[in-house]
């Protein structure tokens, strides 16, 4: 490697660390009932995560969006009796081990993490609808084969520049096939590798519709109204998982039925009782 490629790599990785490094902590919506998440939660759901780095903060700015990173869970799946990495994951998280997702970061590419890492964090669970089970399968596997591969970080840049105003964007005439990034089999980006598991099995995330030359008759199976055209998964960002119709969103943290006296909950108890000092 030459000197000036060295210097290059070694500028890209500086930057990477610097822009992982957390920022102040953004207003927590909500206490995360960890019981009450591994108890709703599935294997193959998607996990949108409210991230508190800097890199978080660009992408939720170009993004325009709360969530700036995402995850894929697959429970016990690394650490069956059939997994190479069993031991790994059982001596690195101990009983945290049955809880794994898989995500990529900026600075450690491919990774798999316990879901408790995120108890602090703002947190919302998609799950693909009516997705079938060996569908579902195919897509936990292929995001698990992902686990070592670096970051794509030429994506990142890409995808920011992809969403500038028309008059002042670049890729104004890509089109929604078009890959953005390095391209190659070796680097991801979190939503990527996610969207990317998902079409494998052609199942859709944001899809773009062609307008069909007579309207279809039967909306019941198909409710875009017309054949779609799939985008290439470099395009897609961590927002389009909670916006797609097809993903439904889990609320982990209903309350339970007869449990919930929403007067008792204030510090204040002039404001619980309605009354104005």
């Given at each position: 490697m030459s000197f000036f490629k060295q210097g290059a790599r070694r500028l890209r990785e500086t930057i990477a660390n610097r822009l992982e490094s957390s920022e102040a902590m953004p207003d927590r919506l909500f206490y995360n009932n960890m019981d009450k998440l591994t108890a709703a939660i599935r294997k193959g759901d998607v996990v949108l995560v409210e991230g508190r780095s800097k890199m978080s903060a660009i992408i939720k700015i170009f993004s325009q969006s709360h969530w700036s990173h995402v995850g894929l869970y697959v429970g016990d799946e690394l650490i069956t009796e059939e997994s190479e990495f069993r031991e790994k994951y059982l001596k690195e998280f101990g009983d945290d081990a049955r809880h794994l997702m898989i995500e990529a970061f900026v600075g450690r590419g491919v990774v798999a993490v316990p879901l408790s890492k995120y108890r602090s964090y703002n947190l919302r669970i998609c799950r693909p609808y009516g997705i079938l089970r060996r569908d579902r399968d195919t897509v936990i596997r292929t995001v698990m084969d992902n686990l070592g591969k670096r970051y794509d970080q030429q994506n990142i840049i890409d995808l920011a520049l992809m969403l500038l105003p028309s008059w002042f964007n670049p890729f104004r005439k890509r089109s929604i096939k078009a890959c953005l990034g390095n391209c190659n089999e070796f680097q991801v980006i979190c939503s990527g590798m996610i969207a990317k598991a998902f079409q494998s099995v052609r199942y859709p995330?944001?899809?773009?519709?062609?307008?069909?030359?007579?309207?279809?008759?039967?909306?019941?199976?198909?409710?875009?109204?017309?054949?779609?055209?799939?985008?290439?998964?470099?395009?897609?960002?961590?927002?389009?998982?909670?916006?797609?119709?097809?993903?439904?969103?889990?609320?982990?943290?209903?309350?339970?039925?007869?449990?919930?006296?929403?007067?008792s909950l204030w510090h204040d108890d002039d404001v619980a009782s309605g009354r104005e000092s």
């Open positions: 995330i944001v899809p773009s519709t062609v307008t069909p030359s007579e309207p279809l008759n039967d909306v019941r199976s198909n409710p875009y109204g017309a054949k779609l055209i799939m985008r290439h998964y470099s395009q897609i960002l961590p927002r389009d998982f909670d916006m797609s119709p097809n993903f439904e969103i889990i609320k982990f943290n209903l309350i339970e039925a007869g449990t919930f006296d929403y007067r």
